[in-house]
DNA sequence: CCCTCCAATCGAACCGTTTCGATTCTCCCT
DNA sequence: AGGGAGAATCGAAACGGTTCGATTGGAGGG
């Protein structure tokens, strides 16, 4: 490859000469600034980024940090990201955090090759995450509360209003008729299920009903997982209206598991889910469920990190709305036998 | 941030050594090696990965370039490649490629900020490709052909067998009794589609079926788009038996255009797909498929990309097996009344 | 004709590592 | 005691850019 320094002396000038041509090409004249670009294309010269980058100690790169690369619902947030992050001239990248500790995407944010990351990614922990945010490296995460005892100037988080999605399904199912009740949960440690599982119960108390009673199955936020879930429900031989899952692989995996045990959704009981995936509009019968903003949540997180990059933060966490998405799975009973 | 010279003073201990202590341990005394450590700990040391990049002329870094990262169907080549990857040591980083030119995914391959790349994207075109890969850059291609005119030495490609999975299509087709067929194909300029497209008509060919009389729309690979690909074929007024599309996604769109003008899939007219996107078996009626082994191909890629790396090309391109998966859209017409 | 000023260009330091050859120190052998 | 081997450590030169203060040259003003 060749270097600033060939062209300099193709050109006959000077490598700061050079340097300029690129960075401020009117402080330079007409005639030396033609030499160098033909020197340029002549030796197909391009700049070398990581001595740039070490150079003025920043990569203009922001990491989005995923647990997998996996589903629709991701693809959706970088969009959000990437978004903000071209029209401030930064370039995105995603990694997936793969099995081998130290190999992967954790070198970015380790040996200062980004210059900001967006965390979502359970399998990376709190405390690492406190060693890692500094004023030269902010974080934004997008999959955990900042509790008093993960805390810190250079950590910010952006989140859907889980707790509300969790309130909006519990009164939706209400409205629907429904009164006998299960929750999927998602692994014990998952903030965002717990915050749902909190809504949900805040719903069913405001209509006086006894949350002793409803059953919990802790799964995993898979398909397979939920079809478990939703096994163990079955053969307790529960007497059911309607599954709330945490998450809408999980409630997909429970209404396989229904078919399987030949329990009529929504006739039966019923299903609601969290996120809306776009399988969800898909399945049969489709699904109702929470709608997460996650094209908003990108942005929102770019946003922010670029204000803790211009030292202009702009307090620590933002909460998006989420919505109510009402399909099939929920159908009522009563209009039901109105229809019939 | 605290740099290794920091780190040497504190332990009292010349730069090469601290050096030396992550490098080579062993090399230097246990002594020295406790005190460089207490140093690093105490001062939070991290090496400075754009400076090592700088010096050694490496990056230990491959990037996956997409069009967009959506789709479960990106996700599994992902995990593939990063599998991979990560058994070498090197770390994996995707990027889609935005709006803005210069801004995005091409720095990664203009300014030597990674050692390979594999790219799925048509956008990106093969002019450009060609005057970046180099040797210090190969790149695996995964979604064009390798012509006489797009061609390197540091240029090699994996591929699904198109062709083939065009003629398993037309070949199910054939036998579940269907004569006359319709194809949407992707977009003009697309290679895949253009195999996919060959392989159906030679099916066809071989049963002596007329391919002149097949009406072909070109569409863009959404699943609107077949939506609006499907609408041109029923306005037209032609007979149809069965429909292949160039992708699930327009299959998936077609398919719903057929729903909405009462058109029964797979009683009135079969549909049939090409991916096997995870959709694809949970529509109504499901779609039956070619499987493309996108977690093959991106291991296969990676492992392209590391033979290269290493200066032991094993050959241009790679071809990988496509499967038939039949599900529900493509029922024969005699089965159907076998079964009633 | 000389001085001043500004535009154009240059030289050199610096960013934080790695690496190689040189140096010092220790210990052992004869 | 002298010499040599080998281990431990060090110094300095890269890597390829950017940036700032210094230098040069020519135009314009008095």
Redesign the interface.
């Known amino acids: 490859?060749a270097t600033i320094r060939d062209v300099a002396r193709l050109a006959d000038v000077s490598v700061s000469t050079v340097s300029l041509v690129f960075s401020q090409p009117h402080r330079v004249s007409e005639s030396t600034r033609l030499r160098v670009q033909q020197a340029v294309d002549h030796l197909?010269y391009?700049?070398?980024?990581?001595?740039?980058?070490?150079r003025v100690r920043k990569?203009n790169t922001i990491?989005v940090l995923l647990h997998?690369?996996?589903?629709?619902f991701?693809?959706?947030l970088?969009?959000g990201v990437?978004?903000v992050?071209?029209m401030l001239?930064l370039?995105?990248?995603?990694?997936?955090c793969?099995?081998?500790q130290g190999?992967?995407?954790v070198?970015?944010l380790?040996?200062?090759?980004i210059d900001g990351a967006i965390v979502l990614d359970p399998s990376i922990e709190s405390k690492e995450l406190l060693?890692y945010a500094?004023e030269?490296l902010p974080v934004v995460v997008l999959d955990r509360p900042l509790t008093h005892d993960f805390h810190s100037e250079y950590i910010s988080a952006v989140a859907a209003d889980h707790e509300l999605g969790g309130y909006l399904a519990g009164n939706h199912l209400l409205d629907q008729g429904f009164r006998r009740f299960a929750f999927i949960a998602g692994p014990v440690d998952s903030g965002d299920s717990h915050l749902r599982h909190r809504g949900f119960f805040r719903a069913l108390h405001r209509a006086e009903i006894d949350t002793v009673t409803i059953p919990v199955v802790y799964s995993d936020f898979t398909e397979n997982g939920g079809k478990r879930a939703m096994g163990t429900l079955l053969e307790q031989g529960w007497k059911l209206d309607a599954i709330f899952a945490a998450n809408d692989e999980m409630a997909?995996g429970a209404m396989q598991a229904l078919e399987e045990h030949h329990v009529s959704v929504p006739n039966d009981v019923a299903v609601m889910g969290f996120d809306d995936i776009?399988?969800a509009r898909?399945?049969?019968p489709s699904l109702s469920t929470i709608h997460q903003p996650m094209y908003e949540v990108g942005k929102t997180a770019m946003k922010k990190l670029e204000g803790a990059l211009n030292g202009t933060s702009d307090g620590d966490v933002e909460i998006l709305p989420v919505t109510l998405v009402t399909r099939s799975s929920t159908l009522a009973p009563l209009a039901k036998e109105g229809i019939s």
């Open positions: 490859m197909e391009r700049p070398n980024g990581t001595a740039r980058d070490l990569t990491g997998n690369l996996s589903g629709p991701y693809s959706e970088i969009r990437e978004e992050a071209d001239g370039t995105t990248i995603a990694a997936g793969s099995s081998h190999q992967g995407s070198r970015l380790h040996e200062a090759r060693r500094r030269s997909i776009r399988l898909y399945v049969t």
